[in-house]
């Protein structure tokens, strides 16, 4: 079992599976905010490995996702 120190400087244990889920949702949280820093760098031209990214970043969330349905 893991602990981890909240704000307060007191500590919370954590089945693996509640550390899995966290980590999971904390990945899945930053890829998002990860796709919209790159889509708010979009141009109308030129930014084809831009839109790859976003692509990219999208199917990773929703395998992510997926993963944590089973979770």
Do not use: C, W, Y
Not at 29 to 57: A, C, M, N, W, Y
Request: net charge negative; charged share 30%; hydrophobic share 30%.
């Amino acid at each position: 079992m893991m602990t981890t120190e909240s704000i307060s400087g007191s500590t919370e244990a954590h089945t693996p599976e509640e550390e899995e889920a966290r980590h999971l949702n904390m990945t899945i949280k930053v890829l998002k905010e990860q796709v919209e820093i790159f889509t708010s760098r979009l141009e109308p031209h030129d930014t084809g490995h831009i839109h790859t990214t976003i692509s990219t970043l999208k199917h990773r969330i929703g395998e992510l996702e997926n993963e944590r349905e089973t979770v």
